[in-house]
């Protein structure tokens, strides 16, 4: 094989995972929007910090298992390609910020200014968080039509917030609500640098994805047994089979979510990813419609066709055969 083709090879496995990242992008979106969809029919009955525990106790459990019998070299101290300490807290910490601090700050956010409002924000703030993140600290500068899509998917955030009902006059509520919103987007783009960053190194997908669940769980589970003064009878009791279901099986899409994503994220930037993201506004729509009867507005139609523009015009440097990918599996 001459240089030539060799480098032609090496591009066409490179446009190849660059599209198995965005494929992987999509599905975590759908599994978010399902996620969604299951809380929902419990929405109100459970604690949500109870509930966010349990849901990621299913892909930290697989994720041990995994771990036990694929001894992956990340956790190996005699390999080169293990994890360190240091890389280990950054990840243990990231879980703390994004699926511990951001969830509950969204929960405050929600609670202030309604699902509409609070879900375009942490996607805008997702958006904003991960184009500058992925700038100055990956190196990784979007391209001119990613900020085309971002303006459209922006634009589309607007237009479906418009949807949501009032939520009275005091302006400074609503306007606190959603800049809590947008920081949690920012948690979430944390996340998905950093588990990029993680990634770089070979071998460390069971580890990356491991080490930031756990940090989630434990954070979560200390913040409630000192809010529950150690009493698990308190924190637990209230929680009915059913329910326990339902979180159980809402922490299986969500756990099929976050490998979706943690994967993606080593195949494509972290632009690219929470630009597919904002998918989960449109799926989340589609889903009230068909499952809870939702209407569908003409603020909601018009959002969603803005984000689905957006992107589509942020992958369209894909077809010209310059994609933006990770280093290679």
């Not at 990613?146 to 634009?155: K, P, Q, S």
């Not at 339902?246 to 979510?257: E, F, I």
């Amino acid at each position: 094989m001459t240089t030539d083709d060799a480098a032609a090879e090496r591009s066409r496995r490179a446009s190849r995972l660059a599209w198995a990242g965005i494929a992987l992008g999509v599905l975590s979106s759908i599994c978010y929007a399902t996620v969604n969809a299951l809380l929902r029919s419990i929405a109100g009955e459970v604690d949500p910090f109870v509930g966010a525990m349990v849901r990621q106790l299913p892909l930290l459990a697989a994720l041990v298992v995994g771990a036990l019998v694929l001894r992956p070299v990340a956790l190996n101290p005699a390999r080169a390609e293990f994890i360190g300490p240091r890389a280990a807290a950054a990840l243990f910490v990231t879980g703390i910020v994004a699926l511990f601090i951001g969830n509950a700050i969204l929960f405050y956010a929600l609670d202030w200014v309604g699902l509409g409002i609070s879900t375009a924000g942490y996607l805008g703030g997702l958006l904003l968080g991960s184009g500058l993140i992925s700038w100055v600290f990956l190196n990784e500068r979007p391209k001119p039509l990613e900020f085309v899509g971002m303006g459209a998917i922006a634009l589309g955030l607007w237009l479906t917030s418009q949807a949501a009902p009032p939520m009275g006059d005091q302006a400074w509520v609503a306007v606190v609500g959603f800049l809590l919103a947008v920081v949690t987007g920012v948690c979430y783009s944390i996340s998905n640098a950093v588990s990029r960053s993680s990634q770089r190194t070979p071998g460390r997908f069971i580890a990356t994805l491991g080490l930031i669940t756990l940090g989630a769980v434990v954070s979560v589970f200390v913040f409630l047994l000192i809010r529950d003064g150690f009493d698990l009878t308190v924190t637990f009791g209230t929680v009915t089979g059913f329910q326990l279901a339902v979180l159980l099986l809402a922490g299986l899409v969500n756990g099929a979510a976050l490998v979706s994503i943690t994967v993606a994220v080593h195949h494509a930037t972290v632009t690219t990813v929470s630009m597919l993201n904002s998918l989960v506004l449109v799926f989340g729509i589609v889903f009230g419609f068909l499952f809870f009867d939702e209407p569908v507005t003409l603020f909601l139609a018009a959002g969603s066709l803005c984000i689905l523009a957006g992107v589509i015009i942020g992958q369209l440097r894909f077809r010209r055969g310059t994609p933006t990918v990770g280093p290679p599996a």
